[in-house]
């Protein structure tokens, strides 16, 4: 319906693209849907969206003037697809949502997002373009056939759209979700031969993940993707949190996210040591000043070592020095016994000796 020229603004001394409307006569409506895309894009001042600068009528044909894109648009052919890297695709996925929620806030619905409206300059930059001819898809005074979009705008329409619902900023994420899918894989997520069966295909079935494609996405990229792709609206992400996402880089992240190289494990606690067994007490032991006996039964909070048993049989390990006493203390205890046993023994013989002496005496 129209051209695009490269030409020079002689006012403000700079490169502009002039979009020039040719078919006034054979489509009536045409002048219209030229004057909204005009004013549509007026209202929208976005890094991510192809800027207007003036419009007017020349020799009897209205034109646009819109920012120069130094590039060429995302758009292919079925024999020689487009097929980026998901670091690419990432980064069109950011830009193009950054255009589309700057659109949404301003009340406007793209309607109709595909690769051929999706600039990328030489900077890499992604622009947004062609906001009026995409209104006219919905214009209830024509149907799709009749503009002959079905077929082209129809590998990206999403399914309320293809119920006859109306157009929503979540019609404009699906549209969104499938020319990524293109862009990733080299074909939109559903083809068919006819127009009514590509458009059942939207409504019942479901895309094919990437991954399955040979496509190499981590699980968080896949994922989110196949959430623009959800069949109600109300399930796929606004096109802010789109940017967001991909502007953050969290479609890097693999699940489950893996630890971070280098970093310490985290501290394992202990279960508190559990108290030692009461036993009934002794009396305490006067023990010379040494080393303490070793500790060889009741439960210990350190790492023990297993003593192997000799001959055959386990030695029966001595006593703990809490309970009887140290060892040390208990040769003191047998020293002092010995003597007073002694002594008593002595003290009998010398009573039988004396009580002999005696008899004999008064005998």
Not at 180 to 195: C, I, S
Not at 198 to 221: C, E, K, N
Request: hydrophobic share 45%; charged share 15%.
């Amino acid at each position: 319906m129209g051209e695009v020229w490269q030409a020079t603004d002689e006012v403000l001394g700079r490169s502009v693209a002039v979009k020039l409307m040719l078919a006034q006569s054979t489509d009536p409506s045409g002048a219209d849907r030229f004057r909204l895309e005009a004013q549509t894009a007026a209202r929208l001042s976005h890094p991510h969206v192809v800027g207007v600068f003036d419009f007017g009528t020349w020799d009897g044909k209205l034109f646009l003037v819109m920012e120069l894109v130094e590039g060429d648009s995302l758009g292919s052919t079925p024999a020689h697809p487009l097929v980026l890297p998901a670091e690419r695709v990432a980064v069109v996925a950011a830009h193009a949502a950054a255009g589309l929620a700057a659109a949404h806030r301003q009340g406007v619905v793209h309607r109709d997002i595909k690769p051929g409206n999706l600039l990328m300059d030489a900077e890499g930059t992604v622009k947004l373009a062609d906001f009026g001819i995409a209104r006219f898809v919905d214009d209830p005074s024509a149907g799709l056939t009749t503009t002959g979009q079905i077929v082209g705008t129809g590998l990206y329409l999403a399914p309320e759209r293809a119920l006859g619902k109306p157009a929503s900023p979540a019609s404009d994420v699906y549209s969104l979700g499938c020319v990524l899918y293109q862009l990733l894989t080299g074909h939109p997520p559903f083809r068919a031969d006819t127009a009514t069966a590509l458009l059942y295909q939207h409504i019942d079935s479901a895309p094919t993940p990437p991954s399955r494609l040979g496509v190499v996405l981590t699980p968080a990229f896949e994922a989110y993707l196949l959430s623009l792709l959800a069949k109600q609206p109300e399930q796929r992400p606004p096109a802010q949190a789109i940017a967001d996402w991909f502007g953050s880089g969290a479609w890097r992240e693999y699940a489950p996210r893996p630890a971070t190289a280098g970093a310490m494990p985290a501290p394992v606690h202990a279960p508190p040591a559990q108290a030692a067994p009461r036993t009934a007490p002794h009396p305490p032991a006067r023990t010379a000043p040494g080393p303490a006996a070793p500790r060889t039964s009741g439960p210990s909070s350190g790492p023990t070592a297993a003593v192997p048993a000799t001959g055959g049989s386990r030695r029966r390990a001595p006593e703990r020095a809490g309970s009887s006493g140290s060892t040390g203390g208990a040769l003191a205890e047998l020293s002092r016994r010995r003597p007073r046993k002694t002594a008593a023994v002595a003290g009998i013989v010398a009573f039988v000796v004396f009580l002999f002496i005696g008899m004999a005496w008064l005998s």
